[in-house]
């Protein structure tokens, strides 16, 4: 064990008297998102790191001009790390919260009719779309999605709560039980795995923020890997995983992702981390006291700000605060704009010119009527497509179809109206998703 000073053991000592008396003073101090951590802990690595993040925070933003509103496209991988079997979550999962970024990024989720219409003057959509990644570093076929068993109970540990963040980071490395990152310029680098602590989750999140300025210091340690890490049970919204934290089970919408995300192009928590006196750097974001604590309190206005002229309620519906995850539904449009500057900036390999996010082979297919209320014709022109799979927007697979002719029907009529996902396969690999709609 390492050695700790006094302090130290006195914090150490004091925290194992809570655990023997009750789990939910642990519970309470549970970090929902540890990535102003994961900042503290690179600066206490290399000093100046906290500066850097503030100065390309501000670069991005000024770095912000009108331009078209493209869809951006950001290819994706993500590492399933498993001690046990309900740790390796199923692929319907993984596509699920797949489904649910896409939905928050494009403000396409259902809940955006509870945002209050005091914030329809802020409100934005970031046209930011996330699929899992088609080809690997070394240009073969993939399906996105790795899976590596280790014999890491956790990768949690009493070092996280002094604040140290080695042993969290050895899930990113296969020679400390984890998985190697792929190439972190091209793609968006997802671990999933156990972080608990004491047999209860010590965060449920921490991403890194967008590093790489030319003023960066050449060969600097910064001891955190490039990417996001969620705790298995807070991925997805259909995760069969129950998610307490000691006071009950948690609404878990997948939402804990699209923070971490947006920590990941360069978001700060909407309270910047501190009081009415600190800003996250968003002139559109309101003011905040402090975090909310997994609740959804409308009434609450802590701090007098001025947006467009008006004194705004604090945004418990934003993605960046610490709300529950069922009334988390938005983005501001400053939000927006400093994202997309990230991406035109200091994250630009993601989405240019990147072959990462290429499919196996160029194929033409068509669906047909889309929507429908009925069935839908696929037809698929080369055949290089042998199967097709059907699943609902929870990623729950419906029903699959050989491909035996030039056109495939599919019958919904005896499905919920909604949206639908077709999975193209050749040989049990996937070549591309399209989406339908049942009236």
């Not at 993984?94 to 494009?106: R, S």
């Not at 073969?140 to 604040?163: C, E, K, M």
């Not at 602590?197 to 790489?212: K, R």
Request: with cysteine; charged share 20%.
């Amino acid at each position: 064990m390492n050695s700790f000073s006094l302090k130290e053991k006195m914090k150490f000592s004091l925290l194992l008297l809570l655990l023997s008396v009750s789990f939910v003073a642990f519970n309470q101090s549970t970090e929902k998102c540890a990535s102003h951590k994961a900042i503290l802990y690179q600066e206490s690595l290399t000093p100046g790191f906290k500066e850097l993040v503030n100065t390309e925070f501000e670069i991005a933003k000024s770095a912000m001009r009108p331009k078209a509103n493209d869809l951006y496209t950001i290819p994706v991988v993500v590492h399933i790390v498993y001690n046990t079997a309900n740790q390796n979550i199923a692929d319907s999962v993984i596509l699920n919260q797949i489904t649910v970024l896409n939905n928050d990024y494009q403000r396409m989720n259902e809940d955006t009719v509870n945002m209050r219409s005091d914030f329809d003057i802020v409100k934005g959509t970031p046209n930011i779309q996330f699929v899992l990644a088609q080809i690997d570093p070394a240009g073969n076929p993939t399906s996105g999605i790795t899976r590596t068993a280790t014999s890491s109970a956790t990768f949690g540990s009493i070092n996280f709560l002094l604040g140290d963040f080695s042993d969290l980071e050895k899930v990113k490395s296969t020679a400390d039980g984890g998985s190697d990152p792929w190439d972190q310029s091209r793609y968006l680098n997802i671990w999933v795995c156990n972080m608990e602590v004491f047999n209860t989750p010590a965060l449920l999140g921490y991403a890194t923020p967008p590093t790489g300025l030319p003023n960066w210091p050449s060969g600097s340690n910064l001891g955190l890997s490039d990417g996001v890490v969620i705790q298995y049970q807070a991925f997805g919204a259909n995760n069969p995983n129950i998610l307490d934290l000691g006071q009950g089970a948690l609404n878990v919408k997948g939402r804990t992702l699209s923070h971490e995300v947006g920590h990941y192009l360069g978001l700060r928590h909407i309270w910047g981390d501190g009081n009415c006196a600190e800003e996250d750097g968003i002139d559109d974001t309101p003011n905040a006291d402090a975090q909310s604590n997994q609740d959804c309190d409308a009434t609450k206005n802590s701090c007098v700000d001025n947006i467009y002229g008006v004194d705004l309620p604090d945004m418990i519906e934003n993605f960046m605060d610490y709300s529950d995850e069922t009334c988390q539904n938005s983005f501001t449009q400053g939000q927006v704009d400093l994202m997309r500057g990230v991406l035109e900036n200091q994250r630009i390999d993601l989405i240019q010119n990147n072959p990462a996010s290429l499919e196996e082979m160029q194929f033409e297919a068509s669906i047909y009527p889309n929507p429908t209320s009925s069935e839908l014709k696929v037809k698929v022109k080369t055949g290089d497509v042998d199967e097709l799979l059907l699943l609902d927007a929870t990623g729950k697979h419906v029903n699959s179809h050989p491909i035996k002719n030039a056109t495939t029907l599919i019958s919904l009529i005896h499905l919920e109206g909604g949206i639908y996902y077709i999975h193209f396969l050749k040989k049990g690999k996937r070549q591309s998703v399209q989406k339908v709609m049942k009236l």
